[in-house]
């Protein structure tokens, strides 16, 4: 089977409000209730490209951990990662009813916690398939007792995970906001000066409107968040990044060169492939919503493939941001200008502008990069770790996956690109998804290709791991709380 998903109706569905008419017994509410209720939040709130990843997934992670736990009393042997609410009975899980109303009280307890601003806006998700958002019972022998409980056990377990949700971690007393970076990380570059052409240089970015701004590295302290399948992230090492170094001449310019080459003949095709995987709720989120819709997984086997896929991603950028920050290193808008300074470079142009002969100093990716140093490859890693999670799951390497960018599509350039409607894909294998995702990063502008050849194994190393730590929670397995 492959299925088609346009731009436009990802896009659609994702901003859709909760559904009125949704059937309990029947229905699937994470995918039909959660999801079209929080994605667009995401896109307002958290990242409008959907590519800040490490916030990004730090909701999406935590969502489907408390989906998780509600569910496992319902499941014959599962038990939750920080929850342990007993079994019930199997009658009540002979319908979804019971599963779609702890997954609901949940994830409404999760959110209230990760985006407390938007109460309403979870208050309405209830309410619209009928659930009081203030029942508040703890009774673990109800549906919304065990949502409730599962929920706020996810809450306490992750508000002081190290990722300074609330503002507290640290000890840096004029750094009390949330999220904010407490180990004390400062770049050797300024935005206005290249000390040290090896290292990461923040970029000066603007939306066009005049207004400017200058990149921080963002989350840092990501590094430090806790892992769900790993206790210590110094266990997966990415080797140096041997070509990076401004001593290895030949080499830090062969990797630049190829960055302008790729960038001067980039197909509509190339373009709208960087734009997908650089949006990882389209990309990592709904891949795993259409492998579970295409194999006609039940309620409960898609809650755990969706929090598999996405605990992997989370490990695998918590590892990637222990190696970002251990490397530092530059990323190719930077290497591209100081080699060749204001000398004509042929390449992208901007949106609408084809090849061009452009001053080196004045190229830019055709992506926005990310504000963070550039190897290895964060978005190779998650796509090798959600590949392998999926596959060792599925226990099918087998995707089968398109995606249809109708003419004009593009994000970067509305209107113009695809000139004519083009179809992603298909990826008939999760292995060609995360190779393409991947390559996605050098069309894109923002990767040197080393970055992702090694983010791609520390990936999957650690997808194995995520997949491992998930079956023991479903076998019944899993070491006792703390």
Same mark, same amino acid.
């Given at each position: 089977?492959?299925?088609?998903?346009?731009?436009?109706?990802?896009?659609?569905?994702?901003?859709?409000?909760?559904?009125?008419?949704?059937?309990?017994?029947?229905?699937?509410?994470?995918?039909?209730?959660?999801?079209?209720?929080?994605?667009?939040?995401?896109?307002?709130?958290?990242?409008?490209?959907?590519?800040?990843?490490?916030?990004?997934?730090?909701?999406?992670?935590?969502?489907?951990?408390?989906?998780?736990?509600?569910?496992?009393?319902?499941?014959?042997?599962?038990?939750?990662?920080?929850?342990?609410?007993?079994?019930?009975?199997?009658?009540?899980?002979?319908?979804?009813?019971?599963?779609?109303?702890?997954?609901?009280?949940?994830t409404?307890?999760?959110?209230?916690?990760?985006?407390?601003?938007?109460?309403?806006?979870?208050?309405?998700?209830?309410?619209?398939v009928?659930?009081?958002?203030?029942?508040?019972?703890?009774?673990?022998?109800?549906?919304?007792?065990?949502?409730?409980?599962?929920?706020?056990?996810?809450?306490?377990?992750?508000?002081?995970?190290?990722?300074?949700?609330?503002?507290?971690?640290?000890?840096?007393?004029?750094?009390?906001?949330?999220?904010?970076?407490?180990?004390?990380?400062?770049?050797?570059?300024? %935005?206005?000066?290249l000390?040290?052409? $090896? *290292?990461?240089?923040?970029?000066?970015?603007? +939306? /066009?409107? @005049?207004?400017?701004?200058?990149q921080?590295?963002?989350?840092?302290?990501?590094?430090?968040?806790?892992?769900?399948?790993?206790?210590?992230?110094?266990?997966?090492?990415?080797?140096?990044?041997?070509?990076?170094?401004?001593?290895?001449?030949?080499?830090?310019?062969?990797?630049?060169d190829?960055?302008?080459?790729?960038?001067?003949?980039?197909?509509?095709?190339?373009?709208?492939?960087?734009?997908l995987?650089?949006?990882?709720?389209?990309?990592?989120g709904?891949?795993?919503?259409?492998?579970?819709?295409?194999?006609?997984?039940?309620l409960?086997?898609?809650i755990?493939?969706?929090?598999l896929?996405?605990?992997?991603?989370?490990?695998?950028?918590?590892a990637t941001?222990?190696?970002?920050?251990?490397?530092?290193?530059?990323?190719?808008?930077? %290497?591209?200008?100081?080699?060749?300074? $204001? *000398?004509?470079?042929?390449?992208w142009?901007? +949106? /609408?502008r @084809?090849?061009?002969?452009?001053p080196?100093?004045?190229?830019?990716?055709?992506?926005?990069?990310?504000?963070h140093p550039?190897?290895?490859?964060?978005?190779?890693?998650f796509?090798?770790?959600?590949?392998?999670?999926?596959?060792?799951?599925?226990?099918?390497?087998?995707?089968?996956?398109?995606?249809?960018?109708?003419?004009?599509?593009?994000?970067?350039?509305?209107?113009?690109?695809?000139?004519?409607?083009?179809?992603?894909?298909?990826?008939?294998?999760?292995?060609?998804?995360?190779?393409?995702?991947?390559?996605?990063?050098?069309?894109?502008?923002?990767?040197?290709?080393?970055?992702?050849?090694?983010g791609?194994?520390?990936?999957?190393?650690?997808?194995?791991?995520?997949?491992?730590?998930?079956?023991r929670h479903?076998?019944?397995?899993?070491?006792?709380?703390?």
């Amino acid at each position: 089977m492959r299925c088609i998903v346009t731009f436009v109706f990802v896009l659609w569905i994702a901003g859709l409000p909760a559904f009125a008419a949704f059937n309990l017994d029947t229905g699937n509410a994470p995918i039909e209730v959660v999801i079209p209720a929080v994605a667009p939040i995401i896109f307002m709130d958290i990242s409008p490209s959907g590519g800040d990843a490490t916030l990004v997934l730090r909701v999406t992670t935590l969502v489907t951990n408390a989906w998780f736990d509600a569910s496992a009393p319902y499941h014959p042997r599962a038990q939750g990662v920080y929850s342990r609410l007993g079994r019930r009975p199997a009658s009540e899980s002979a319908t979804n009813r019971n599963i779609n109303i702890a997954c609901l009280y949940a994830t409404y307890r999760v959110l209230n916690s990760l985006l407390p601003k938007r109460n309403a806006e979870w208050r309405a998700m209830m309410t619209s398939v009928g659930l009081d958002p203030d029942n508040d019972t703890s009774n673990n022998t109800t549906a919304t007792g065990i949502g409730n409980r599962a929920g706020n056990a996810v809450v306490r377990a992750r508000q002081n995970d190290g990722m300074n949700q609330l503002g507290n971690e640290g000890g840096v007393e004029f750094n009390r906001q949330p999220y904010a970076d407490y180990t004390g990380y400062e770049p050797v570059n300024t %935005a206005y000066e290249l000390r040290n052409p $090896s *290292r990461w240089q923040p970029r000066i970015t603007t +939306p /066009g409107n @005049g207004i400017f701004a200058v990149q921080q590295f963002v989350t840092p302290q990501f590094a430090k968040t806790r892992p769900y399948s790993y206790a210590d992230p110094d266990r997966f090492r990415a080797p140096r990044p041997d070509a990076t170094l401004q001593q290895s001449s030949r080499a830090y310019q062969d990797q630049a060169d190829e960055v302008l080459r790729v960038s001067a003949n980039l197909t509509d095709y190339q373009k709208l492939v960087a734009e997908l995987f650089n949006n990882k709720i389209l990309s990592l989120g709904f891949s795993a919503v259409f492998a579970a819709q295409s194999r006609g997984l039940s309620l409960l086997d898609f809650i755990h493939l969706d929090f598999l896929t996405n605990l992997a991603a989370f490990d695998a950028g918590i590892a990637t941001w222990n190696e970002k920050r251990r490397w530092d290193a530059v990323r190719p808008f930077s %290497a591209i200008r100081h080699l060749y300074g $204001s *000398r004509l470079v042929r390449a992208w142009g901007g +949106p /609408g502008r @084809g090849t061009v002969l452009i001053p080196a100093d004045e190229w830019k990716e055709y992506l926005n990069v990310a504000d963070h140093p550039e190897y290895p490859s964060g978005s190779a890693a998650f796509c090798a770790a959600h590949a392998q999670s999926a596959r060792r799951f599925l226990n099918s390497d087998a995707l089968n996956w398109s995606v249809s960018a109708p003419r004009g599509s593009s994000v970067i350039e509305p209107g113009i690109t695809p000139a004519s409607d083009i179809v992603l894909g298909p990826w008939a294998t999760w292995t060609q998804f995360e190779t393409k995702c991947g390559l996605s990063r050098l069309w894109g502008g923002v990767h040197f290709r080393d970055a992702i050849v090694e983010g791609r194994p520390l990936g999957r190393v650690i997808g194995e791991q995520a997949y491992l730590f998930l079956k023991r929670h479903i076998d019944g397995n899993a070491p006792p709380l703390d």
